[in-house]
């Protein structure tokens, strides 16, 4: 049986904290963000100094999808460049932040709805490493990663989350990486030089989206399939959506969310982020 002192040995080496670590979901776009110096850059690396420094961040990204829940355990997480078509540098980026295989092993603990495998394969992809290089630059704080069990359903990943939230006492940052709206299909390439535009559909979504995370309305907001056509087309696949999922189930009682990076791109993708806590 797993208790409550089996938690405290596997993670000794974490302080343990009289408040908690707040919770990201971080719309990260494009791969070039995380080599550009913009807007979205700058508000992440801004977000890192204002948050207190963690323990360790844990990162449900969009781009490890698997069969099960896994999470990474190795000591020194490779960087993985997973997409194609960019330039040379981005490809050359190496973000070499440590591991934490104690910390994989207390989650894996933590969590009942599932056995959590650990994954010595993995490493760091584009949603995770392109968003935390620029909140921590130094690549000294230990980085992993939960991947996505693609198979489950919104309720699933919703109420798995809900049981990471011992990690936040623990001083560890949990952050969901995707993008609320995220259609790569209907990318407005002929609208690169009209930073403004969204399609309808878009920026109602993100309204949406919005008003229900500020209501507390997880139920609208899980059951997103029955948010009509718009919604259908924001969300043609969960891959990007799963992780905010993540982060709301992390919510307690008296936290507001705070919105940042609010902004449409390419008319079919949103940069919205979302701090909690």
Known sequence: MITRGSFRRFTDGLDEREGKMPVLFIGHGSPMNGIEDNTFSRNWAQMGREIPAPAAVLVVSAHWLT????????????????????????????????????????????????????????????????????MYP???????????????????????ARELSALRRKGVLI?????????????????MDTPEFAYDWSAEMNELFKQHIRDGNHRALIDYEKLGSAARLAIPTPDHYYPLLYALALQEKGESPVFFNDKVVLGSLTMTSVRIG
């Open 67 to 134: 069969r099960g829940t896994h999470i990474t355990a190795m000591e020194h997480p490779r960087t993985i460049h997973d997409f194609g078509g960019f330039p040379p540098e981005l490809h050359q980026v190496q973000y070499p932040a440590p591991g934490h295989p104690e910390l994989a092993k207390a989650t894996q603990q933590l969590v009942r709805k599932t056995t959590v495998g650990l994954d010595h394969d993995w490493g760091l992809d584009h949603g995770a490493w392109t968003v935390v290089r620029h």
């Open 138 to 160: 130094d690549a000294a704080i230990p980085v992993l990663q939960l991947s996505i069990d693609y198979h489950q359903s919104p309720q699933y990943h919703y109420e798995l």
């Open 175 to 191: 952050l969901g990486s995707g993008n609320m709206v995220h259609n790569l299909g209907m990318v407005a390439w002929d609208k």
